[in-house]
């Protein structure tokens, strides 16, 4: 079995804090030795950069890695708009191998070699009987194409490595997200670490929103800049079926692009979906801004000629679906987990709003199992089968088995 820990802390200070955060959950640990710390920390801290050392200064040896959080941090049932989370990590049936990879090109075609390098070491793990082989991925949010960064690491990883992660967040500054390797925290690169267990990791995202605009085709699209839909303007086509399904879009651009973010996103329909009519979520896209000739940025590229449509969810709906990738993650675990990892985007945060204390807690119930983790600006959840791998207004849900 996995042993999980978790322990969240608001102290005044990015170090206190972390200390705190890692003192708890290396507590509940029953005194094995942690192999791996997954540390997100609010960017705000004057001594974010510090957070890392900390942990270290508590759990000894063990691989860490993570980033800056988006807004929120929790553990538990507890929540917190500054702080700083720590999940560990221990047992016998888990080994680990973290590599990183230099942001470069707009493909990531440097985080192939590092993807490779992770694949090759769980093959060495498949050896000893660790046969189960997942990546956690962190990269900067902001820093590029989502699609790019998991098209890259499926690459170098192999088919038969499951994905979660997520691009980080920076409290809504949109200028400042990193991530932790080591006890270092760096805006230059992305951090994958292989995950290789003798049970299978349980990953599982839902983002609850169904469609409520008519079906668009995207006509022109500059990499993760969104032009063209159905031949006019994206941002007048997106924008005008939205205020069809009830909204008040704000008039400022950058407002305009959060509040279509938080509460209108776009929904892809890839090939395989439009070719047998499924009626799963579509694959969920938010703007991070709107440049000056009116174009989209995305956290992904959509290519001409996907069909999209805008979406929506209700509270209930937002509460619901974490709820049940919580299930869903149990079930692939193998039905019984020691605690998940939870990457919620910050868009959740901002639509649920008051509420959103109430994802996390449900997600807690329907695991049975404790959870650690923080809102982020993307979310990369992908199990063997999957299609697809990378996400906006999703929550992800990485449960492991007890």
């Not at 967040?169 to 990193?178: E, H, I, K, L, V």
Request: aromatic share 4%.
């Amino acid at each position: 079995m996995i042993t999980f820990g978790s322990g969240m802390s608001a102290a005044a200070t990015a170090t206190g804090a972390a200390r705190e955060a890692a003192t708890q959950a290396l507590a509940t640990l029953h005194r094995q030795t942690p192999k791996l710390a997954i540390v997100f920390a609010s960017a705000g801290y004057a001594d974010v950069a510090e957070a890392a050392r900390a942990v270290r200064s508590v759990v000894g040896d063990a691989q860490i890695v993570g980033g800056t959080s988006g807004a929120c941090v929790f553990a538990g049932d507890r929540v917190a708009s500054r702080g700083v989370s720590v999940v560990l990590l221990a047992g016998d049936s888990l080994d680990v191998e973290s590599r990183t990879a230099q942001l470069g090109s707009p493909m990531f075609v440097e985080t192939v070699p590092a993807a490779e390098k992770v694949a090759r070491a769980a093959d060495r793990a498949a050896e000893r009987g660790l046969d189960h082989f997942a990546c956690l991925v962190f990269a900067p949010g902001l820093s590029g194409d989502g699609e790019a960064l998991v098209a890259a690491v499926r690459k170098g990883a192999g088919a038969r490595a499951q994905l979660a992660g997520a691009l980080t967040g920076d409290d809504m500054t949109f200028d400042r997200a990193r991530v932790f390797f080591g006890d270092e925290l760096r805006d230059d690169c992305v951090v994958i670490t292989g995950l290789f267990t003798t049970t299978p990791i349980g990953i599982a995202a839902r983002h609850g929103r169904a469609a409520v605009g008519p079906v668009r085709t995207v006509t022109r699209a500059d990499g993760i800049h969104l032009c063209e839909l159905d031949g006019r303007a994206a941002l007048e086509v997106w924008v005008e079926d939205a205020r069809r399904a009830g909204a008040t879009p704000p008039l400022d651009k950058k407002d305009l692009a959060i509040y279509l973010a938080n509460h209108f996103g776009l929904g892809v329909a890839h090939e395989r979906e439009q070719a047998t009519n499924d009626r799963r979520e579509l694959v969920a896209r938010a703007p991070f801004s709107i440049r000056a000739d009116g174009a989209i940025e995305l956290s992904a590229s959509i290519p001409d000629g996907t069909h999209v449509r805008v979406l929506h969810a209700s509270r209930a709906d937002l509460l619901r679906a974490s709820s049940e990738a919580a299930t869903s993650a149990v079930e692939r675990a193998g039905g019984r987990v020691s605690g998940a990892l939870v990457l919620a985007c910050t868009g959740r945060l901002m639509a649920l709003g008051d509420a959103f204390a109430e994802e996390p807690s449900g997600i807690r119930r329907a695991l049975g199992a404790p959870i650690g983790g923080a809102c982020v600006f993307g979310e990369i959840a992908r199990n063997v089968r999957d299609t697809d791998a990378f996400f906006n207004t999703t929550a992800v849900v990485v449960a492991f088995a007890a």
